[in-house]
């Protein structure tokens, strides 16, 4: 995909939250690539490092890798006051920090999940889109421009059964990104929300016996709809893009098999166990 426009982001800081991985690790690289200063979070040092040495080898610009915690309202308040204090502005923050499932968690419905387990999911997904935004804002109003966007997913579109964290935190991550368009629109400031479906990252580790849908997006064409987005001229804007892979059906939503769609047992499921696949034939 190219975009509408050249792109050139040289002096620009860029905010990158979930850095490290996924779909975050291949928005930095190419951000890193069009010249942008990255500012990359996550909470793991040692995949920190990593990546900021591979955006370093690839891109012109200065790199500062931030360890920190998005559900911390802290360590978000931080991460803007050390990213200020070393460029001066932030120009473009990109929320794409996310969880499926609670750490340890498995395949589970509403009634067999913990209220942790829900909090996990709900604070790194939505909150930490909620702390993060909040905590750049003040220094885009002052600047008068800024772009964010943030990640959401075609689980904030629809439902699906044993994603109800996930898809609550994702229906609530398009709400907030639409209102905050409206309130930050008086600034200069473009809020934007992404909505990919099908990708390739290692969320799909998480779900268990469940094995990744066959023709998953790679995270490089999420990054390229992202820069896309960006490069937008300042009078358009794109209004909740859904990414999906082109010339094979939409998802069933996870529960998607090797030979096809798959149903649970709803004997199980009723008692309380852990839900088990089982094939229509």
């Not at 500062?64 to 360590?75: I, P």
């Not at 109003?141 to 772009?147: D, E, P």
């Not at 479906?197 to 064409?221: C, H, K, S, Y």
């Not at 937008?232 to 094979?248: L, N, Q, Y």
Request: charged share 25%.
């Amino acid at each position: 995909m190219q975009p509408t426009t050249e792109l050139r982001l040289d002096d620009r800081v860029a905010v990158v939250t979930g850095g490290t991985v996924g779909i975050g690790r291949a928005v930095c690289l190419s951000l890193a690539e069009l010249g942008a200063h990255l500012v990359v979070v996550g909470r793991d040092r040692a995949r920190l490092e990593q990546t900021a040495l591979e955006i370093e080898q690839k891109g012109r610009g200065e790199t500062f890798a931030f360890r920190g915690d998005v559900c911390q309202e802290q360590d978000m308040e931080g991460l803007a006051a050390e990213t200020t204090e070393r460029f001066g502005r932030i120009d473009i923050l990109i929320a794409s920090a996310g969880i499926l499932r609670a750490k340890g968690s498995s395949l589970k419905t509403l009634v067999q999940m913990s209220a942790a387990e829900w909090d996990d999911v709900l604070d790194t997904n939505l909150k930490g889109v909620f702390l993060s935004n909040r905590a750049v804002l003040p220094i885009m109003i002052r600047q008068r421009s800024g772009h964010i966007i943030n990640l959401s997913s075609t689980s904030g579109r629809k439902g699906y059964a044993f994603d109800t964290a996930y898809c609550a935190s994702k229906f609530g991550v398009i709400g907030l990104t639409e209102a905050l368009a409206e309130e930050a629109r008086m600034y200069g400031i473009k809020v934007q929300v992404l909505l990919p479906g099908a990708v390739d990252t290692p969320m799909w580790d998480q779900n268990g016996p469940i094995r990744r849908p066959e023709f998953a997006l790679p995270v490089e064409r999420v990054a390229e709809v992202l820069i896309h987005a960006l490069a937008e001229a300042p009078d358009t804007t794109v209004i909740s893009p859904v990414i999906e892979p082109f010339g094979k059906p939409a998802r069933e939503g996870w529960l998607r098999g090797p030979g096809g769609p798959v149903q649970t047992s709803a004997h199980s499921t009723a008692r309380g166990e852990t839900p088990q696949p089982v094939r229509r034939e």
